[in-house]
């Protein structure tokens, strides 16, 4: 955990709920050991980076201008999450249900909670930022480099977010699961084994029938 990212989400409720359960005190010596962290934004790393660019989807939650949270999904090709640099990502925004909930709650308050997950490796990332809304004909170039020319979906936007902080959570009760894409090679090797046995069962059935 960053210490930019303790800074922003340790509030004094917070605190006080570490305090009741005991974890308090490992927290504060990780921030005391860099306290100068806790002002600037993280800067994605190598890890970072290429954990974000092998995802095919993420959990994205904003809140209304009444407070609510919302949490929505959003998916794509692999890859389809964009570094542009240590600093940002972004993505392609495409068509779905058309409640445009997060593009309303952007309007007004520009905070936003990611979740990425690697559910076969047990790993994820949480990271935290202020998005931003690029409409299709501005920032042409920006879209272009957002955009995934052979996946089908519709465009409606680009969606850019300047990172604050990130976290890399444990893998403690995240179950594994896997794309059929993931398990494809292994699916096919066994039923190439399958047909080789099978084909070893009709040549020993055959040599061993009796002559007709």
């Known amino acids: ?26 927290y504060e010596n990780f921030l005391a050991k860099r306290p100068e962290d806790a002002e600037r934004a993280d800067v ?19 809140v209304s201008e009444d407070g609510w949270p919302y949490i929505q999904h959003r998916g794509g090709a692999p890859g389809f999450v964009r570094v542009l640099d ?26 936003v909670s990611l979740f990425l997950m690697d559910y076969p490796n047990r790993a994820r990332l949480k ?3 202020r998005a931003r809304v690029v409409e299709t004909g501005n920032e042409t170039d920006l879209l ?10 519709k465009v409606e936007r680009g969606i ?3 990172v604050e902080a990130f976290d890399w959570n444990c893998s403690q009760h995240i179950l594994p699961r896997f794309t059929t ?25 055959g ?6």
């Open 181 to 205: 894409a993931q398990l494809r090679p292994e699916i096919d090797r066994l039923a190439g084994r399958i047909r080789e046995l099978e084909a070893e069962l009709a040549k020993r059935s």
């Open 86 to 111: 240590e600093k940002t990502i972004g993505f392609a925004d495409f068509r779905g249900n058309r409640q445009y909930i997060s593009v309303g709650n952007l309007a007004v308050d520009d905070r």
């Open 207 to 212: 040599a061993e029938a009796p002559p007709g």
């Open 127 to 129: 990271l935290i930022g």
């Open 1 to 26: 955990m960053t210490a930019r990212y303790q800074s922003l989400l340790f509030t004094p409720s917070v605190l006080r709920a570490q305090e009741q359960a005991g974890s308090r005190s490992a």
């Open 160 to 162: 850019v977010i300047e």
């Open 44 to 62: 994605l790393g190598p890890q970072e980076a290429n954990f974000i660019a092998a995802r095919d989807s993420f959990y994205m939650g904003s």
């Open 144 to 153: 272009a480099r957002l955009t995934d020319p052979a996946y089908p979906g």
